[in-house]
């Protein structure tokens, strides 16, 4: 059976309802659906310490995402900014399109 995992994609906005980074709000930069992870721009930032290497010469800390569970992550709609579920609606020409479940409007340009 195929896992279930929200309709996220890159570039979307999310909020994350669990966890120390609760309430934060950001936008997607990668998913991996494989792992059910998620990449949010400036949210869950983990310090890591670097080696001085030829892209950072004196070493240091440098900040770094770390992945999220996806199910940790709510789409937030840009019509109605609200957290929401992603439903799908078919268009007249066959093609799918994610809406949102709070407004009905459409998630994708
Ligand atoms: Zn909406």
Redesign the pocket.
């Known amino acids: 059976m195929r896992k279930k995992h929200p309709k996220i994609k890159k570039d979307d906005k999310v909020i994350v309802i669990v966890g120390k980074e609760k309430g934060k709000i950001g936008t997607v930069l990668r998913v991996d659906s494989e792992k059910g992870r998620v990449i949010v721009e400036k949210v869950n930032i983990v310090k890591k310490h670097a080696k001085p290497s030829a892209k950072t010469a004196q070493g240091g800390i440098i900040e770094k995402e770390a992945p999220l569970d996806i199910s940790n992550v709510m789409v937030v709609?840009?019509?109605?900014?609200?957290p929401?579920r992603i439903g799908n609606s078919l268009l007249e020409d066959g093609s799918k399109v994610r809406v949102?479940?709070?407004?009905?409007?459409p998630?994708d340009e």
């Open positions: 709609c840009n019509k109605c900014t609200e929401t949102c479940k709070k407004c009905g409007e998630m």
